[in-house]
């Protein structure tokens, strides 16, 4: 196996269900009036590899504390869940098939 050839959507676990134990962040999907819609549990050094603006809000300025012990939780403002959890593993997998929505995708990434 290669990281070429590695199933990287497997570490997510199956959707919308439990991540596997290497995760090192939960990303808390809320509303604009602060309502949680959902979470899921991901890998920091992925998403950062993948995305500045994860990069920033992991590893720069925009990191948040953390208490020893815990798992951090970024808060993420969106309008959906599903259409975030789809782009969290359009990310991991790179299949166009798991971003068919992709007008609430993109809405997302912009």
């Known amino acids: ?26 990303l808390r999907v809320e509303d604009s009036n602060g309502e949680v819609k959902g979470s899921i549990r991901a890998h920091k050094v992925i998403l950062g590899c993948i995305s500045p603006v994860f990069r920033q809000m992991f590893f720069g300025p925009l990191q948040g504390p953390t208490e020893p012990g815990n798992i951090p939780v970024a808060k993420i403002v969106a309008p959906s ?5 789809k782009m969290i593993r359009y990310i991991y997998s790179g299949d166009k098939e798991i971003a068919s929505d992709i007008k609430a995708v993109l809405w997302i990434w912009t």
């Open 81 to 85: 869940f599903a259409a975030f959890e």
């Open 1 to 26: 196996m290669s990281i070429k050839t590695f199933d990287f959507l497997s570490l997510l676990g199956a959707e919308g269900g439990q991540a596997g134990d290497l995760t090192d962040v939960e």
